[in-house]
């Protein structure tokens, strides 16, 4: 029996396949498209996520991969009437390290998990799709496009928006898709387009075009909303001809259009993130407007704050460990969907905030007080179930490099003693390293909630 299936080789599946092999765990992870798709998607890494990355040791191929975040420029026309940062870029500190939104087309991220996972014995079988699934108390029975009943011990849908693997639980999404515009997206090249900028043209209310240059590419996002009916074409012409009419302008040649979606904004998640020994996570669970770019970064965080449990488990930990993700992640994924909702409303109301993104996007300060696994008392501002800083230890590590091996740390500072979780997060903070010790312990015990 395999011990885990995967479903979906988006950023979400990979990032839990990266997380489960370090781990030494037997992963299987289908995906159902034969051929990768080079699509840009969510480009937009928020600092938590980089720190996921140094974990899973992929922060070097992203960062040299990746951009800070273009300034835009806001135009009538050919003339220049606003020129504004996302956020005001802040020099890395040795307990943020990597304090910027990084740009990074979603299909290149994707190949970076995709060699890491690779390197660590994983193979992502291509053009195989979960078609049903059953389970009982041992395992779950998944029945395969490729013919192949595969029997696994649990099973994780990552399998986005249209979830094969929650509809089969019998779990919905519930929410909204609000009448808005929709927005036309294209990956393409811009002739004559200076590529520092992230070009941005509003004719009126619902009429706003604009081309974003994507890093290690010389291609450029384009976004233009659409009313929401009618069924517009989605040819070079068609973005051509919008780009024309919003920015006045004639002399941008758009060319070399690769992957091109329509899309309605939608806010929608579920009501759990676990049935028996399915769970979901990424898009399966929540499904996030652009505004905020806050929607691959929080699947990449589902599936790290899952990928050491189910470690724990396999390991012999209680599957009530399990429980502690949706106690965790649901809370979180809704506080998300509202962020993106409300910079979605400004976007759309013309609100010059807009643009603008605070601390919250940023989800350094997204923390799990309160949760059943946590215990112990606060230090130096700090709490158990906050992100953990990272910082030297007195062997001259870096905690974040600690991290990489993935158990528990254990850190001495400001005289108590913290134990960090494998997923980064502070688990408890004590006064001795006796009472850590019990703590960790009590996690492989986990089948009630541990406090104090
Ligand atoms: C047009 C568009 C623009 C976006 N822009 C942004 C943005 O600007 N910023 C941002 O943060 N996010 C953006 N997103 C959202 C972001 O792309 C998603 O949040 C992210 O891809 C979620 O990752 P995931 O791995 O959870 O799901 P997905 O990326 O959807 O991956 C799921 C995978 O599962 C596979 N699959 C599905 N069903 C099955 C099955 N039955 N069997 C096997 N495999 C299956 C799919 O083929 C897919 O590869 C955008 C999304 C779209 C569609």
């Known amino acids: 029996m395999t011990d885990v299936l995967i479903v979906g080789a988006g950023p979400t599946g990979l990032t839990l396949g990266i997380d489960l092999r370090r781990s030494g765990v037997d992963v299987r992870l289908i995906e159902r498209l034969p051929e990768r798709v080079f699509a840009s998607k969510g480009k937009g890494l928020q600092p938590r996520t980089l720190e996921v990355f140094d974990t899973l040791g992929i922060i070097d191929e992203v960062m040299a991969a990746s951009s800070d975040y273009p300034v835009i420029r806001a135009y009538a026309g050919d003339r220049v009437v606003r020129e504004q940062r996302m956020s ?105 387009l200076d590529r520092t900028w992230w070009h941005a043209w509003a004719k009126g209310p619902g009429e706003v075009a604009s081309l974003c240059p994507l890093p290690g590419t010389d291609a450029f996002q384009m976004t233009a909303t659409l009313p929401a009916d009618g069924e517009p074409e989605l040819s070079l012409a068609a973005f051509q001809a919008l780009l024309d009419a919003r920015s006045g302008r004639t002399d941008i040649v758009l060319s070399d259009m690769g992957w091109a979606s329509l899309y309605r904004p939608n806010i929608r998640m579920a009501e759990h993130f676990r049935a028996g020994r399915v769970l979901l996570a990424g898009d399966a669970v929540h499904v996030h407007p652009p505004a905020g770019g806050q929607g691959l970064n929080t699947g990449v965080q589902d599936a790290h704050n899952l990928g050491w449990k189910l470690a724990a488990v396999l390991a012999g930990a209680p599957d009530g460990l399990l429980d502690t993700y949706e106690e965790e992640r649901l809370p979180i994924a809704a506080h998300v969907l509202g962020l993106s909702e409300k910079l979605l409303r400004k976007g759309f109301a013309g609100d010059p905030d807009a643009l603008e993104r605070s601390a919250d996007e940023r989800q350094l300060t997204l923390t799990y007080r309160g949760s059943s696994l946590c215990a112990g008392q606060g230090s130096g501002g700090l709490r158990p179930g906050d992100r953990m800083p990272d910082g030297v230890t007195p062997d001259g590590r870096r905690i974040f490099e600690l991290l990489r091996d993935p158990g528990f740390a254990v850190l001495e500072r400001d005289g108590h003693v913290f134990v960090v979780r494998p997923d980064g997060y502070i688990g408890g903070i004590f006064g001795t390293r006796a009472e850590a010790g019990t703590y960790i312990a009590s996690i492989g015990r986990h089948g009630r909630p541990i406090r104090g």
């Not at 990084?102 to 799709?129: H, K, N, S």
């Not at 078609?131 to 099973?155: F, H, I, K, N």
Request: proline share 6%; net charge negative.
């Open 88 to 192: 005001e870029l802040s020099a890395p500190t040795s307990e943020v390290p990597y304090p910027n939104l990084r740009m990074l087309p979603q299909w290149r991220t994707e190949d970076i998990l995709a060699e890491r996972f690779a390197a660590l014995g994983g193979d992502i079988e291509r053009g195989v799709a979960l078609e049903r699934l059953a389970q009982d108390e041992s395992g779950v029975t998944a029945g395969l496009s490729t013919g192949e009943t595969l029997r696994a011990a649990w099973l994780v849908g990552a399998d986005g928006g249209h979830s094969t693997a929650r509809r089969a639980v019998g779990i919905g999404l519930v929410g909204d898709t609000p009448p808005l515009d929709r927005i036309a997206i294209a990956d393409l090249r811009a002739s004559g």
